[in-house]
């Protein structure tokens, strides 16, 4: 199962290597493998800017709703299943799909841990821990760099490995043993600190703003207690998961996060743009439609009675 995941990933993230080691000619760069990443997510949110476009109309229409959910909610305060029953008759009725707001979420989850064993992948050395999900480490610095990883070639592992932004290698973190370490050559742990940590920050500050950003949209399409409740867990401690979560994630799994979070931001901000000039232009039309207002000049003398 975790292949149907892993290959594609991958399959990306070596096209965009490619394509950035023939551009800035130096397959073992830094940056060019960094873009590789960045540009791996830009590719899956390109593919995702329907379903991300319907999760805004799905907003708007639920905001317009808001009156009619206000009233059902009073009416069946303590009946839930009544309440759920009506609510969904009422999104039937005005042909709102909750889930579509879920899709683009949903569909991101396990690229992110794809990419993550892709990436960890890239250097299998260490003490042999097994873990369910992500396999093990029990090769040694020589097995690993001479063993492919899904699609990518053992000298592609080898450029990998060689890779470094900054003077910290892309697949490292903070808190990797020191037995892994070891597999990218003289590499401290200070020169990886010094580069995931500023990540960890515009990370975490690129989060929130975005969950931010989410929560002002969302006004009017629900005032429930569980609804606020994930806002300020998405405004304030999401935000923080990217700084205590980040001495536990490779560099490049960082950029990830930043790029990801960056094409949200400007994403929003030109979707929001775009449905706020249809809804203009539609009210324009209606406008247009029903014609001039016309207005019934007072009779003779009635201004003067009235000022009486």
Known sequence: ????????????????????AFVLQSPDSGIAWSLAVIFLVFTLRAVLIRPFVKQFRTQRQMQKLGPQISELRREHRGDRQKLAAQMQALQRANGVNPLLGCLPVLIQIPVFFGLYHVLRSFNRTGGGVDMPFFGSDSMTIEQNANTPNYIFSASDVQSFLDAKLFGAPLSAMITMPSEQLEAFGDVSRLAIALVAIPLMLVAAVATH???????????????????????????????????????????????????????????????????DAEETAAQAVVLKAAGPVTRTRPAPGEGRRRKR
Request: a positive charge.
């Open 209 to 275: 703003f975005t969950a931010r950003a989410n929560r002002a949209r969302s006004v009017g399409v629900t005032d429930s207690p569980q609804s606020a409740l994930m806002n300020n867990l998405a405004v304030w401690v999401f935000p923080a998961g990217a700084i205590v979560g980040g001495p536990f994630l490779p560099i490049a799994i960082l950029l990830y996060w930043l790029a990801n979070n960056g094409w949200t931001l400007a994403q929003q901000h030109i979707v929001l743009r775009r449905l």
């Open 1 to 20: 199962m975790l292949d149907l995941i892993c290959y594609p990933v991958s399959a990306i993230l070596w096209f965009w290597h490619k394509v950035f």
